[in-house]
Each structure stands twice: as structure tokens, then as C-alpha cells.
């Protein structure tokens, strides 16, 4: 397709987020990256947050992160037992919200090493999920 057509169609097709929820669907992690700056953008987006561009196209990240802030939500064994919250900073430079499978919740902490992976929701539907990055070592920073 010539360039100039797809800036003319970059309002067509389905919205971002469903373009997110299919590669979720195929087992596939993918997020934004913009053309004109190179930044790497989540929440998908219509348009780059860092420079307003529409020139963004759908990349494969490292999916490795640090876990940035953790909070442990307590319920009542009957309803499932506690479960984790966490914000992670991906390597690319998005920060994203999700979950550490995998982990004792007094292990995940902040400064975790994660790697992202496709788990299942709470209704069953794709998600994104994160595991303890064993490869990553000790390292300081994502």
C-alpha cells in the first residue's frame, strides 16, 4: 500500500484496543512503537503520546520489566485467596499494569525482574501476565 494511502486510512479498521485483544487471542504480546520518534507506546493508541504522530505499528517487546509498585489484594480463600497487582516498567520504556504468576505474594516486591507472557484473565479471556525473570539475575534497571 503506498504511504500516503495508509496515513489516509489510519481511522479505519478495528480501534487499537482491538487490534491488542487479537494478538492477545493468537498468543502474542505485541505493543505500539511510532515511526517518526521511535518511542514505544501502551496503551494502544490512535496517535504517539510522545510526538502526536499516527505512523505507529505493532512490534514483538522483550517483554522483560521491573516491577515498579506492588499491592496484595486479601480475599477470603472461598473467593480465590489473595492475588497481585503490579505496575512494570517494560524494558522499552512502557509502563504497563498486570500480574506476577508463578511467585509467593511475599515475593513479589518491588524491583522484581518479570517477563511477560499471554495467561488467561479472570474470565478466562487473554491477558497479559508476568513471571519472575529467572535469566535476568540481579541486575539494577530494566
Request: proline share 7%; net charge neutral; hydrophobic share 35%.
Amino acid at each position: 500500500m503506498d504511504p500516503d494511502q495508509a496515513e489516509a486510512d489510519w481511522t479505519r479498521g478495528p480501534g487499537p484496543d482491538a487490534v491488542f485483544a487479537q494478538f492477545l487471542a493468537a498468543g502474542e504480546f505485541r505493543i505500539q512503537c511510532c515511526e517518526a520518534c521511535g518511542s514505544h507506546v501502551f496503551y494502544p493508541r490512535l496517535t504517539c503520546s510522545h510526538c502526536g504522530s499516527v505512523a505507529l505499528r505493532w512490534v514483538r517487546p522483550s517483554g522483560r520489566g521491573v516491577v515498579h509498585a506492588v499491592s496484595i489484594v486479601n480475599r477470603r480463600s472461598d473467593q480465590g485467596g489473595p492475588y497481585n497487582v503490579v505496575l512494570v516498567d517494560l524494558q522499552e520504556g512502557p509502563r504497563m499494569m498486570g500480574r506476577v504468576d508463578g511467585q509467593p505474594q511475599d515475593a513479589i516486591r518491588i524491583g522484581l525482574r518479570v517477563k511477560a507472557r499471554v495467561g488467561c484473565g479472570a474470565g478466562g479471556q487473554p491477558c497479559v501476565v508476568f513471571d519472575a525473570d529467572g535469566d535476568a539475575g540481579d541486575r539494577a534497571g530494566p
